[in-house]
């Protein structure tokens, strides 16, 4: 399960990958080892030890380096897509000022 608040946090911190299956994770108050071994993440930490099922920030760190997708799916859902912007009706739009700085000839 991935908690909102715990990943919001995992954005700040920094996942470097050390050896085959071990990250070390720093930004928090103390660096941290998590070890990957396939699908199970294994970290040190206090809240990781006593909340079982829940990933920590630390292993959510890792997740987001690694480009997990289920972590992925959860920061789009965090982060919203902005909105486009229209262009305001009685200004010039791109294009029209592309062709312009081109010239009616088409020259660059």
Known sequence: MIEKARLARALYLTARRTASGRYTVTGG?????????G????????????????????????????GNLDVLAALRELV?????????????????RRCRREGAGGRA
Do not use: I
């Open 29 to 37: 108050m103390a660096p941290h080892e998590v070890t990957v071994d």
């Open 39 to 66: 699908e199970r993440l294994t970290c040190g930490c206090a809240d990781a030890s006593l909340r079982a099922g829940v990933e920590c920030k630390h292993a959510l760190a890792v997740l987001l380096r690694r």
């Open 80 to 96: 919203p897509m902005p909105k486009r912007r229209r262009p305001r009706a009685g200004t010039k739009t791109t294009e029209s």
